[in-house]
């Protein structure tokens, strides 16, 4: 590599030349694809290959298809078509788990409401005795120990 400073100080780059010249042809070639792309003879040419492709491969997808259930069947391993009827009986399940918790839902608020209305007892207003009780403490206990 050449180490010499070119006149104005800085050091010659061989590559740097090869890099412009590779950045301009990329960038030609970039501005006239998005011309061609953007043209409606390129949507139907495109539309009509996707359509042609899709045709020729559709039996050779049913044939591998055919084949993976069949060595999948062999394997003893679940294919795709199970695992979707297992998916829709593990939501059926869900929905009616749902249900079920709705419904208990119910049931338990129309025993709980008048249940827990009937427990509490009005509050009574502080009496002067009730006061007394409440600074002193509980009140002893007046059963007799037995040993």
Known sequence: MAKDATGNGAQFDPMGSLRQMRDGYLDVWAKAMVETVNTEAYAKATGSMMDAYLAVSSPFRDAVEKAMLQALQQLSMPSRVDFIGLAERLTNVEMRLDDMDAKL??????????????????????????QERVRRGPRPSRRKRTK
């Not at 025993?111 to 509490?120: C, D, E, L, M, N």
């Open 105 to 130: 839902d119910r049931i338990e608020g129309m025993f709980s409401k008048p249940a827990t209305a009937a427990r509490r007892p009005a509050a009574a207003p502080p009496t002067p005795a009730n």
